[in-house]
């Protein structure tokens, strides 16, 4: 007991370091000891604290370190990691005075995993679009083939829409291109893109939307992997064609689009028809329609054809039949020839007029005629009594 | 200029021209007025394609919500 007392006694009291000494000490310590670094281990009861910071074991077989990642780091990687994934981390080993407990300030967060984190959010993205029937490819409506009115979602002063302006200029001039200004990477630009695609139900006589972007790196893409932006996508009040530029990996925008076309060029010919073979066509239905009624004026004109055919026949028959009756007309009409009949030994007198003597009275003493035979005429006389 | 009729009801009706005029028996008299129906609308096709350039707008939302379309000088 004394010997208690003594130690206490023994010990000037100025001499004993306080909690907050030790682990302040401690702190400078570990921090000049141990430069940031990178952990390799795995995840353990993984905790997202509503101030957005995450706090986590990272453990292997023997120990484990509490670590922390605060919310202005981890809000970079698309989603959450699960408990028992394993994973690298860059952090600063530290002492947390308030616990006196050792920690890592994680910085960066890696999967170790295929596809890692992205691949995690991705998957999970997809599987509730999924299940909403959003991934259906029955959904997915045609493209109008003339669009008159194309909508086009994109940055205002990017490559992607100067590149959509050129080729609908030169492959559709007559569309009219309504650009709505949204961002496409960074922060806000999630929201952004969810606003102008609500936009699109409120534009008149729309009847086509690009959404895209040119191509960038694989975080300056994942926006469009957002679930939000995929459902937006979905609800749009008419056709969707999905240009987000890059050729290998497909977003989520992508797969619930009506039309993915892997670059901003290839989505505006997706959406335009080629004037020139427009008008083509419209010329070869214009030499139909003169073909058609050629054909048709010509069957008309066979039918006439056929008409004045039958009614010649029927003229000509009837014409013969009034030759064969001009014909007996004929030979009837020369029976009654009165020169037949001079020939049978008749003949006809006529006064020097020509008038036809038929009565004695006409014939008085000495009156000069003309008898006319079957072979000519002669003068004659009746005698003076 | 989202017209009345659209023009896929336009090249719709003048395919359904064509497709009578080279199909059907049809009198001479009808056929003509096909055919002059087919022209008209095919000279209104041709108009609708004529424009020059294609043009860019741009939609606006003002803080009431409010949308505009104003041009776009990109």
């Known amino acids: ?385 | 200029m989202p017209g009345e009729p659209s023009f896929a009801e336009q090249l719709e009706r003048l395919e359904e021209i064509v497709r009578r005029l080279e199909a059907e028996d049809l009198d001479l008299d009808d056929a003509l007025r096909l055919f002059e129906e087919g022209v008209e609308r095919l000279r209104q096709a041709r108009e609708r394609l004529a424009a020059a350039e294609a043009k860019v707008k741009q939609v606006v939302a003002d803080h009431a919500g409010n949308l505009r379309v104003e041009d776009f000088d990109g």
């Open chain 1, 1 to 385: 007991m004394g010997v208690t007392l003594d130690l206490f006694a023994a010990l000037a009291p100025e001499g004993a370091w306080t909690v907050s000494e030790v682990t302040r000490q401690a702190r400078a310590v570990v921090e000049a000891g141990l430069p940031p670094l990178w952990v390799r281990g795995e995840i353990s009861g993984f905790k997202a604290w509503q101030s957005g910071h995450w706090y986590f074991a990272l453990r292997d077989r023997a120990s484990q370190i509490r670590c922390v990642m605060f919310q202005k780091d981890n809000r970079r990687l698309p989603a959450a990691p699960a408990d028992g994934m394993q994973v690298f981390v860059f952090g600063r080993p530290t002492v947390w005075e308030d616990k006196g407990e050792f920690r890592l300030t994680v910085v960066e967060l890696l999967s170790t995993e295929r596809g890692g984190l992205w691949q995690l959010a991705f998957e999970k993205a997809k599987a509730a679009l999924a299940k909403d029937g959003l991934l259906d490819p029955a959904r997915k409506r045609p493209l109008p083939v003339h669009p008159w009115r194309i909508a086009v979602v994109t940055s205002p002063d990017g490559a992607a829409l100067r590149d959509i302006i050129a080729v609908t200029r030169r492959r559709w001039p007559v569309a009219e291109l309504l650009v709505v200004p949204t961002r496409v990477q960074g922060d806000g630009a999630e929201q952004s893109i969810c606003d102008a695609l609500a936009l699109l139900g409120r534009i008149e006589g729309l009847d086509v939307a690009i959404v895209g972007r040119g191509g960038g790196s694989r975080e300056d893409l994942w926006t469009f992997n957002s679930e939000r932006i995929a459902r937006a996508v979905a609800g749009a009040p008419v056709p969707v064609i999905s240009a987000v530029g890059h050729e290998t990996d497909v977003t989520l925008c992508d797969l619930v689009a009506d039309h993915r076309a892997p670059t901003p060029s290839a989505a505006a010919e997706a959406a335009t028809p080629d004037r020139s073979e427009v008008l083509a066509a419209l010329a070869r239905l214009g030499a139909r329609l003169g073909r058609g009624l050629a054909t048709r004026a010509e069957r008309t004109g066979q039918r006439l054809e056929r008409s004045f055919d039958r009614l010649a026949a029927a003229a000509t028959r009837r014409l013969e039949r009034h030759r064969h009756g001009l014909a007996a007309l004929g030979g009837r009409l020369d029976a009654l020839s009165p020169l037949r009949i001079l020939e049978r030994g008749y003949s006809v007198a006529r006064d020097p007029d020509g008038r036809v003597l038929k009565r004695v009275a006409q014939f008085p003493p000495g009156r000069a005629f003309r008898l006319r035979v079957s072979d000519g005429e002669v003068a004659a006389r009746v005698p003076e009594s």
